[in-house]
């Protein structure tokens, strides 16, 4: 193994004669190798952060075409597109960033009076509209954007759920001065928001998400992120069709000249 050894230097008549110094580096290895088993063993590995998506099974779906149909009531449709300059196809950036930019629309495309073929009646008949990105505003912390919308085809769940946050932080759900009487009182709040969620009687949206191939990864992951903010229990994932794709191009030719 490695080792230091001193030189002895010149011999002269009057020279001292020294001892050779020899240090050996072997019991070294012994010590690396246990701090690194060490540390190995020690060290908490950084988890992944996944996004879970709960997405509805097909199972017992007798129709499969109309899987992704929704009533012309609480259907909302979101686009998600990048922001293009003016006459020209290259996506704005800033900061490195891809700007983003939200369409929707309520019921079907086109509305009750459909999307026609030609130019005039689609142009006539789309009922796409373009939304902020922003989720609230800096200074009043109110909703805006996309946000607002959701949570205004979503109101009468997000005014039940807000009264159970107001009885569980109250302790009306269990004691939250213990760990374990917040574990019950946090289980009992879930299984009652859960079941606001789902009531039949209760007005909510059913939302599909599309993106054009212009939009980010990270355009979609911040829609699915509002979709848990504003309690939506009923949400898609979907491809763009044909008339999507029309009602995007005929808004962007009237609205981005």
Not at 91 to 102: A, F, I, M
Not at 120 to 149: H, M, P, T, W, Y
Not at 210 to 236: C, H, R, W
Request: aromatic residues 6%; hydrophobic residues 35%; glycine residues 6%.
């Amino acid at each position: 193994m490695a080792e230091v050894q001193q030189n002895e230097g010149g011999k002269g008549k009057n020279h001292q004669k020294k001892m050779t110094i020899r240090v050996d580096f072997t019991p070294m290895v012994d010590m690396n190798m246990l701090l690194i088993t060490f540390f190995m063993l020690c060290t908490t590995m950084i988890k992944s952060q996944t996004l879970t998506i709960a997405l509805p099974s097909n199972e017992k779906v007798d129709n499969v075409e109309n899987m992704s149909q929704a009533s012309a009531d609480d259907a909302v449709t979101i686009i998600l597109d990048a922001k293009r300059k003016v006459g020209s196809f290259d996506v704005d950036t800033v900061n490195g960033q891809v700007v983003p930019v939200v369409y929707y629309y309520f019921g079907k495309p086109g509305g009750d009076a459909g999307l026609g073929t030609t130019p005039e009646s689609v142009a006539a008949n789309n009922n796409l509209q373009e939304s902020e990105f922003l989720a609230n505003d800096e200074k009043s912390g109110k909703a805006r954007g996309i946000r607002d919308i959701i949570q205004k085809r979503n109101k009468e769940v997000l005014e039940k759920i807000n009264e159970l946050k107001k009885k569980y932080e109250n302790g009306g759900f269990g004691d939250l001065e213990t760990k374990e009487g917040r574990e019950k009182a946090q289980e009992a709040y879930n299984k009652a928001a859960s079941e606001v969620r789902n009531d039949a009687n209760l007005k909510k949206p059913v939302i599909i998400i599309k993106s054009t191939p212009q939009a980010s990864y990270g355009s979609l992951v911040s829609v699915l992120d509002e979709m848990q903010i504003n309690s939506i229990s009923k949400y898609q994932i979907d491809n763009m069709t044909k008339a999507d794709s029309t009602m995007v191009i005929d808004y962007q030719n009237r609205h981005h000249k």
